[in-house]
């Protein structure tokens, strides 16, 4: 067995606000494994970029505060590295893109000068072969003209093409880590498809490995190998791609995938998450998701009427103990006593599937393992090249390749 | 303004409808719609040197055309650039246009002034995008749903909040909130808070732009079940601007797809995803992302950007990105196709998609599906 890239143990980062210490990320653990895409999904305020940015340690301190946990980079723990060899891991092991490279992107240099600067820091290289590295990380990423181009401002190009430069950026180091945090949610989805697409190609090309942030479940399920699921700033569920989708274990996952509107299920009602995420100053006591959660809810109503063997499932050995707990609207309802009282951590509910809830199947006999998964997907979505289309007759929409 | 010779209040009878360059037949529906919208342009100018003088126009909407009946939902989905959102406030008059016509019950929508135009704004109501920026934050939530209903002289004091607490109430917020300011709310609760006063006009017609673009996953749904209840319950229609395809489908009785400022197709939402004909429709179904890891369509990935609107291609204007095109040219004979330059690469594409601008027309399928396109069925 291969050993992990990057892992992360029980990573905690607090920040130090004026009303006390609030904590974004919460005994965070995972692994990447070479070549490998691992997905953190998540909604907005859940964790994932503070765990991305705490990777790099790029959070600022104060009033950030890594509160313990290791970050290990093939065995190297980047928390105990000074600043200096901390310069020498970002951009060159361990590289990033950000969900909005406009903001990214200095505007007063040119693009290749911005490239340059990183080879030139970490390769040891001329100007001149710097720019010629520079040039051929333009081509790689689909920049056409790129001996023209590396001399345009950010503001000369589109988004699409920006992304790009920040993805040549990234790459020109041949970092064997890229973080890529929300790399498309400000592009088109037209635009997306092509980022996403050349991401998947400089992967294969290269062995690189890739944690990929982002809100959007879609992208997750084309992209990602392994994915773990964010509420509240902990992993809530973490499993194989094919897994999470097939047999989602934790109640938030599976409000989350029935909540998104899917094409070709036209106007069927939308089941919702009653209530709204947490805000990291005032958590809940106990799992930080039962105020919203539907299936502590389904328990205690199905206790309160006779049915507890019914409705807890095997291996759980949640107590049937029923007690009113209120909403964040500040409204009453009957939950499972455990769940408004013990926070559940990450168990490996089923081989290599972890969940973190009581009212899950083996939850109480799972072992508490560190989330390991070195797995490949196994369908990787077919892409045609707009200009190059299969041969078929061309009046039919089909044959265009919509339809398997 | 020289479209708006007809007096206001004289009810207009639907006119056959024909456009220079749009032929698509606008044909009103026993009962008349709602809304329709013939041959529409919103043109801005590009003003250069000293003295301003206007040298261009960037052409954001260039001859839209489509009827949206009571009580229904058209969709209007493209990418961003395409003119969608100009569309929707060209509609209301909150951007004047530069041609075309908009009629709201029959009745010559911009021909109205003064005092009569403000009854018919009572009726048009528009949600926006981004529920921080479209609410004032030094009022309070009971004022600025309130502020319409005195404005437009509906209620006064006790009454007027009584009402306030109503509408709260039926966004599914606790009327207490009233004294609070926007940034008390989270996101998904000032959207509601958009909501209460877009209705708190009882308004026929709503003008949703990208109502839940800016909300997490699991609020979306929330926003999108409001929306479906009050169209149900209050016979509103909406016309539901956004660029995520899988919420307009779910959302929609009809959706047009906008390509640079023109209609490039059209028809019933589920026929739209189930038999898409034109190639800017394929592919971007495609592009969007299934939330199935063994996906099952195969994805078109378009060469180069959206063109710019002030400089758009000539003839077609997706020819430059379009698949089809280039693969009916590979096999055409050469006085049929031209060489044009596209993302900096030659590509030979079909001549009549370069010299020629396609116009709506119907396709193979469901009643009611129209596409712009030489070549598809």
């Given at each position: 067995?291969?050993?992990?890239?990057?892992?992360?143990?029980?990573?905690?980062?607090?920040?130090?606000?004026?009303?006390?210490?609030?904590?974004?990320?919460?005994?965070?653990?995972?692994?990447?494994?070479?070549?490998?895409?691992?997905?953190?999904?998540?909604?907005?305020?859940?964790?994932?970029?503070?765990?991305?940015?705490?990777?790099?340690?790029?959070?600022?301190?104060?009033?950030?505060?890594?509160?313990?946990?290791?970050?290990?980079?093939?065995?190297?723990?980047?928390?105990?590295?000074?600043?200096?060899?901390?310069?020498?891991?970002?951009?060159?092991?361990?590289?990033?893109?950000?969900?909005?490279?406009?903001?990214?992107?200095?505007?007063?240099?040119?693009?290749?000068?911005?490239?340059?600067?990183?080879?030139?820091?970490?390769?040891?290289?001329?100007?001149?072969?710097?720019?010629?590295?520079?040039?051929?990380?333009?081509?790689?990423?689909?920049?056409?003209?790129?001996?023209?181009?590396?001399?345009?401002?950010?503001?000369?190009?589109?988004?699409?093409?920006?992304?790009?430069?920040?993805?040549?950026?990234?790459?020109?180091?041949?970092?064997?880590?890229?973080?890529?945090?929300?790399?498309?949610?400000?592009?088109d989805v037209t635009i997306q498809a092509?980022?996403?697409?050349?991401?998947?190609?400089?992967?294969?090309?290269?062995?690189?490995?890739?944690?990929?942030?982002?809100?959007d479940l879609g992208v997750?399920a084309e992209?990602?190998?392994?994915?773990?699921?964010?509420?509240?700033?902990?992993?809530?569920?973490?499993?194989?791609?094919?897994?999470?989708?097939?047999?989602?274990?934790?109640?938030?996952?599976?409000?989350l995938f029935r909540s998104i509107p899917k094409l070709g299920a036209h106007h069927e009602r939308l089941e919702t998450?009653?209530?709204?995420?947490?805000?990291?100053?005032?958590?809940?006591?106990?799992?930080?998701?039962?105020?919203?959660?539907?299936?502590?809810?389904?328990?205690?109503?199905?206790?309160?009427?006779?049915?507890?063997?019914?409705?807890?499932?095997?291996?759980?050995?949640?107590?049937?103990?029923?007690?009113?707990?209120?909403?964040?609207?500040?409204?009453?309802?009957?939950?499972?006593?455990?769940?408004?009282?013990?926070?559940?951590?990450?168990?490996?509910?089923?081989?290599?599937?972890?969940?973190?809830?009581?009212?899950?199947?083996?939850?109480?006999?799972?072992?508490?393992?560190?989330?390991?998964?070195?797995?490949?997907?196994?369908?990787?979505?077919?892409?045609?090249?707009?200009?190059?289309?299969?041969?078929?007759?061309?009046t039919n929409a089909a044959a265009m390749g919509l339809k398997a | 303004?020289?479209?708006?010779?007809?007096?206001?209040?004289?009810?207009?009878?639907p006119?056959?409808y024909?456009?220079?360059?749009d032929s698509r037949l606008v044909a009103p529906a026993t009962g008349g719609p709602l809304l329709e919208v013939r041959d529409l342009?919103?043109?801005?100018?590009?003003?250069?040197?000293?003295?301003?003088?206007?040298?261009?126009?960037?052409?954001?909407v260039d001859g839209v055309s489509f009827n949206i009946q009571p009580g229904k939902t058209l969709g209007m989905v493209g990418e961003s650039g395409c003119g969608k959102t100009t569309v929707g406030r060209t509609i209301l008059?909150?951007?004047?246009?530069?041609?075309?016509?908009v009629y709201y019950k029959?009745?010559?929508?911009?021909?109205?002034?003064?005092?009569?135009?403000?009854?018919?704004?009572?009726?048009m109501q528009i949600v926006f995008q981004?529920?921080?920026?479209?609410?004032?934050?030094?009022?309070?939530?009971?004022?600025?749903?309130?502020?319409?209903?005195?404005?437009?002289?509906?209620?006064?004091?006790?009454?007027?909040?009584?009402?306030?607490?109503?509408?709260?109430?039926?966004?599914?917020?606790?009327?207490?909130?009233?004294?609070?300011?926007?940034?008390?709310?989270?996101?998904?609760?000032?959207q509601?808070?958009g909501i209460?006063?877009a209705l708190?006009?009882?308004p026929d017609f709503i003008v949703c732009d990208e109502p839940v673009s800016a909300l997490?996953v699991s609020i979306q749904s929330q926003i999108l079940n409001l929306l479906d209840d009050l169209q149900r319950e209050r016979n509103i229609a909406y016309l539901f601007i956004a660029h995520n395809l899988a919420v307009v489908e779910h959302f929609s009785d009809e959706v047009a797809v906008m390509y640079l400022g023109r209609i490039v197709e059209q028809a019933p939402a589920r026929e739209l995803y189930a038999n898409p004909k034109h190639p800017y429709t394929i592919a971007l179904l495609s592009a969007v992302p299934e939330p199935n890891?063994?996906p099952k369509k195969h994805r078109i990935?378009l060469?180069?950007?959206v063109?710019?609107?002030?400089?758009?291609?000539?003839?077609c204007a997706f020819?430059?990105?379009c698949p089809l095109?280039?693969?009916?040219?590979?096999?055409?004979?050469?006085?049929?196709?031209?060489?044009?330059?596209?993302?900096?690469?030659?590509?030979?594409?079909?001549?009549?998609?370069?010299?020629?601008?396609p116009t709506l027309v119907p396709k193979k399928g469901e009643p009611g599906h129209v596409a712009a396109c030489?070549f598809t069925e």
């Amino acid at each position: 067995m291969q050993q992990p890239l990057l892992e992360l143990k029980n990573l905690n980062v607090g920040f130090d606000t004026e009303r006390g210490l609030i904590r974004p990320v919460r005994d965070v653990s995972l692994s990447i494994y070479p070549g490998q895409t691992v997905a953190l999904v998540g909604e907005s305020g859940c964790g994932k970029s503070v765990t991305a940015l705490s990777i790099l340690r790029l959070i600022p301190q104060p009033p950030g505060r890594i509160l313990g946990g290791e970050v290990l980079l093939e065995g190297r723990d980047l928390l105990k590295l000074s600043e200096k060899q901390m310069r020498g891991v970002r951009g060159k092991d361990i590289a990033m893109i950000f969900q909005e490279p406009m903001t990214s992107l200095n505007p007063v240099y040119t693009i290749g000068d911005q490239i340059v600067e990183a080879i030139t820091l970490h390769q040891g290289v001329s100007t001149r072969e710097a720019y010629q590295i520079a040039e051929e990380s333009l081509r790689d990423v689909g920049i056409s003209d790129p001996h023209r181009r590396i001399h345009e401002y950010p503001h000369q190009m589109s988004g699409g093409m920006r992304q790009r430069v920040m993805i040549a950026m990234a790459l020109s180091c041949k970092p064997k880590l890229l973080i890529a945090d929300e790399p498309t949610t400000a592009l088109d989805v037209t635009i997306q498809a092509q980022i996403l697409e050349l991401l998947r190609k400089l992967q294969q090309e290269r062995g690189m490995s890739i944690l990929l942030i982002t809100h959007d479940l879609g992208v997750v399920a084309e992209n990602a190998d392994v994915v773990g699921v964010m509420y509240a700033s902990r992993v809530v569920e973490f499993a194989t791609v094919e897994d999470l989708f097939d047999r989602p274990q934790h109640p938030y996952t599976e409000g989350l995938f029935r909540s998104i509107p899917k094409l070709g299920a036209h106007h069927e009602r939308l089941e919702t998450i009653p209530g709204m995420v947490p805000n990291p100053m005032r958590f809940p006591a106990g799992c930080k998701f039962h105020p919203r959660c539907p299936r502590t809810r389904g328990c205690a109503n199905a206790i309160k009427s006779g049915r507890a063997e019914a409705a807890i499932p095997k291996g759980s050995n949640v107590p049937p103990d029923v007690v009113q707990a209120v909403d964040a609207e500040g409204e009453s309802f009957p939950a499972l006593r455990k769940c408004i009282e013990v926070e559940p951590t990450l168990r490996e509910v089923h081989g290599s599937h972890w969940a973190a809830c009581h009212v899950t199947e083996n939850f109480d006999k799972a072992p508490g393992t560190v989330p390991q998964l070195e797995h490949r997907r196994e369908v990787v979505p077919v892409t045609i090249e707009g200009d190059a289309l299969p041969d078929v007759p061309v009046t039919n929409a089909a044959a265009m390749g919509l339809k398997a | 303004m020289a479209q708006n010779a007809t007096a206001p209040n004289s009810p207009i009878a639907p006119l056959p409808y024909v456009s220079s360059r749009d032929s698509r037949l606008v044909a009103p529906a026993t009962g008349g719609p709602l809304l329709e919208v013939r041959d529409l342009r919103t043109w801005f100018p590009i003003r250069r040197g000293v003295f301003s003088s206007t040298v261009g126009h960037v052409k954001a909407v260039d001859g839209v055309s489509f009827n949206i009946q009571p009580g229904k939902t058209l969709g209007m989905v493209g990418e961003s650039g395409c003119g969608k959102t100009t569309v929707g406030r060209t509609i209301l008059r909150l951007i004047p246009k530069h041609a075309g016509e908009v009629y709201y019950k029959g009745q010559d929508f911009f021909a109205y002034h003064g005092e009569e135009l403000r009854n018919l704004r009572r009726q048009m109501q528009i949600v926006f995008q981004d529920p921080v920026s479209s609410l004032n934050p030094r009022m309070t939530v009971g004022n600025i749903i309130g502020e319409p209903i005195e404005v437009h002289g509906i209620a006064r004091g006790a009454e007027k909040r009584e009402m306030v607490a109503g509408l709260l109430k039926r966004v599914g917020l606790d009327p207490t909130y009233a004294a609070r300011y926007p940034h008390e709310f989270s996101g998904g609760q000032r959207q509601r808070v958009g909501i209460a006063r877009a209705l708190a006009l009882s308004p026929d017609f709503i003008v949703c732009d990208e109502p839940v673009s800016a909300l997490d996953v699991s609020i979306q749904s929330q926003i999108l079940n409001l929306l479906d209840d009050l169209q149900r319950e209050r016979n509103i229609a909406y016309l539901f601007i956004a660029h995520n395809l899988a919420v307009v489908e779910h959302f929609s009785d009809e959706v047009a797809v906008m390509y640079l400022g023109r209609i490039v197709e059209q028809a019933p939402a589920r026929e739209l995803y189930a038999n898409p004909k034109h190639p800017y429709t394929i592919a971007l179904l495609s592009a969007v992302p299934e939330p199935n890891p063994r996906p099952k369509k195969h994805r078109i990935v378009l060469k180069g950007e959206v063109p710019s609107p002030s400089n758009p291609p000539t003839g077609c204007a997706f020819h430059p990105r379009c698949p089809l095109t280039r693969q009916l040219a590979a096999g055409a004979s050469a006085n049929e196709t031209v060489q044009i330059t596209s993302g900096g690469e030659p590509v030979r594409v079909m001549g009549r998609c370069v010299h020629e601008a396609p116009t709506l027309v119907p396709k193979k399928g469901e009643p009611g599906h129209v596409a712009a396109c030489w070549f598809t069925e």
